[in-house]
Every structure is written in C-alpha cells, then in structure tokens.
C-alpha cells in the first residue's frame, strides 16, 4: 500500500498529543503536522500572542471567512510534497476538515477520549498556564471543544469523533509508551488500516456488538435521534432495542414528533414523549423473554439520559458502553458515584467504528 495519512481527533487532555512519541519510537518513517500550526502560523502573521482564547477565535475566523475546511485545504498544500510512509495529522476539530481529509487516499481518521476525571487530572497535571483548576470550569471547556452550543464553523470534536474509523478509549498513564494501551490501540488501527495484520482477522465482541447496535437504531421511528442499543453476559446477545413508540401504538414519523409540536428544546422535559427509549426496551424485552440482565454489559448508540442510567442500574447492569456522547449532567453525576460505589461502569466504545466495520472486515 502507498503512504497512509492518519488524521487525529478527540477531547482535551484524552492524550492525542502522545500519539506522534508512539510512533516516533516504533521508528516508523513518519511526518507530523497539526491543523493548529496553521492557526499559530495566522496568529504570527497577525502578531498576537498564541493564548488558548485568541488561537480558537483566530481559527473560528478563518472558518468564518474560508469555509470549514481551510485549514485541512492549507495542509494538504504543504502535505503534497512529503513521502514519508506514515502522515500523521493531529488538531481535526471540524467534520469539515475530516471531509476534506477524506478526499486524499488512504485516510483514515482515529478518534481519542478518556473520561472527564481522567482527563481533568491530565490537565492539572500539565500545569499549562490558564488552564482550568476547577472541575466545573474544565467541564464548560470541555462542553465548548466539543461544540455544545457552538455554530457550525467553530469547534466540533464531538462530531468529528463520530465519524471516526477507529476509536481508543485512553484512561491509563504513560508510563512506559510502549507498553501503553494507547500505544498498542494506536498500532492496532494502523496495521488494520493498512491491511497487514494477520492477526485481527475478526471484530472483537465489542466491535460485533456495537455494530449489533448501529444496525438496531436504523429500525428507530424517531424523528429526532435514532438510538439502538444490545445487552449482553458472557458473549452472548441476551435482548435488543431501539427508540420508538409504544408497542401497538402510531409511530412518530405518522403522527408527528410531539416534542417538536409544543416546542420542546433538546434535552429537556425528556418525560415529554412517546417514545420509548431503546434502554427501556431492553428491560421490557428482557422481562417479556424471562431473561436476567443482572450481571450484563449493555451496548448503546448513545450516552443514556438520567431515566436510563437509574432504570439500568437498578436493573443490575454491570457495564455501559456508548458510542455517542450527549450532554447528560446528571447521568454523568449518576454513573460517577455508581462506579465510585462498584455498581455500574461506563465508558466510550473503542475499536473499529461500524461506520468502518465492514470494510475491514
């Protein structure tokens, strides 16, 4: 295979920075580069100092001005002339810079995330002037990087993490690169992409079941998000789920979404709808089939809402994997005092993404 470009996308403090040490000390013939360089370059040109705050506004304004997808266009400019066998390019916080990246062969585009406490210690570790010492303040941060509440043009890792073709979730410490989970994931994806590994022939069960899961939320009639969802215990699928109306009722796509007729924003007055969610249909299912899932890991499109987490957890889940994020407070202040106590875990998928499944396998 010709050289392959790996763009490098995910939250703030999840570890993406160490993925060019990894490779640097596999001795692999690579180049580096990072969409953020051409933001400094700008921020040189207009002899502003490179702070955190003018570095975003200054990336925001020549998105606002070029289009989104100028700095990956400035990039693959200075990329045509390189011939290493590996590019990494590092800084993707916009599906407008993954879809131009996409336009040259053999790229593939690695997502990285870890959880809030995991990273928010990261980041107090590193001590970079200005940033966050408070929980709560990196949060915000974290909410804004993610693109939240942002336009378009801004800053979009959440959704640049979901288009990712592989996904490495990165809670443990650097200690000894390689040996890292973040190095062995990183060359995990790398081998597959390039299509040499003997070894990883098949999907791992957490790469089956979250396809399991995609596949499911395609039968959704959700007008506003398509959620699918599998519960498992010992490799073995136990119920499935998805997003919908109450059994024997009219579908929402019939009769219209009732949270969009009285004006309800996203997120909020959830109790508002007649959906049932993909979750809750696991239960439901489950308990119609007379199987126990005490003790099972449940795969879901998308992080749970409160109702979710409270009804699973009760339900003895072991374990919460996600694919999506969604900005859930007290889902998140949920799941981080049942993990605190032993009751339940929750983390992101990590693997090849479904939206990559098949073409690797």
């Known amino acids: 295979m010709s050289k392959i470009k790996i763009g490098l996308t995910g939250t703030i403090g999840s570890g993406k920075g160490s993925i060019s040490n990894c490779v640097k000390i596999s001795g692999n013939n690579f180049h580096y580069t990072s969409l953020s360089d051409r933001v400094r370059e700008e921020t040189e040109k207009r002899n502003l100092e490179k702070t955190r705050e003018n570095l975003i506004n200054i990336g925001n304004d020549l998105r606002e001005e070029f289009g989104v997808s100028i700095l990956a266009k400035r990039t693959n400019d200075i990329l045509k002339g ?11 916080r916009n599906p407008g810079e993954v879809e131009e990246l996409r336009k040259s062969k053999n790229f593939y585009l690695i997502g990285i995330d870890a959880s809030l406490d995991t990273r928010f210690l990261r980041i107090k570790n590193r001590a970079r002037e200005k940033d966050p010492n408070k929980l709560e303040d990196f949060k915000i941060l974290d909410y804004e990087d993610r693109g939240f509440g942002n336009k378009e043009l801004c800053q979009q890792t ?14 443990e410490p650097f ?46 009639t959700c007008m506003r998000r398509k959620v699918g969802a599998v519960a498992t215990k010992n490799k073995r699928l136990l119920a499935t789920g998805y997003n919908g109306s109450a059994k024997g009722f009219e579908h929402c796509e019939n009769t219209g979404c009732l949270r969009e007729i009285r004006g309800i924003p996203s997120g909020e007055h959830l109790d508002i709808c007649r959906a049932v969610h993909a979750e809750e249909n696991i239960v439901a299912q489950a308990a119609y089939q007379g199987n126990s899932i005490e003790g099972s890991t449940i795969y879901v499109t998308n992080y749970p809402c409160y109702r979710c987490a409270k009804l699973l957890t009760n339900a003895g889940v072991r374990e919460m994997i996600y694919g999506k994020f969604y900005p859930s407070n007290l889902s998140e202040i949920h799941f981080y005092e049942g993990m605190k106590k032993g009751l339940i875990n ?13 073409n690797v396998f």
């Not at 390189?82 to 993707?92: E, F, T």
């Not at 959440?158 to 809670?171: G, K, P, T, V």
């Not at 929750?346 to 098949?358: D, L, P, S």
């Open 175 to 220: 200690d000894d690169i390689e040996k890292s989970h973040l190095y062995n994931s990183f060359f995990d994806a790398y081998n597959l992409f390039k299509g040499n590994d003997e070894k990883r022939k098949r999907p791992t069960f957490e790469e089956q079941f979250m396809t399991e899961a995609y596949t499911w939320a395609k039968k959704s």
């Open 82 to 92: 390189i011939n290493s066998d590996l590019i990494l390019i590092d800084g993707i």
């Open 346 to 358: 929750i983390r992101r998928f990590e693997g090849v993404t479904w939206r990559q499944f098949h």
């Open 158 to 171: 959440e959704s640049c993490l979901e288009l990712c073709d592989y996904l490495i979730w990165n809670e």
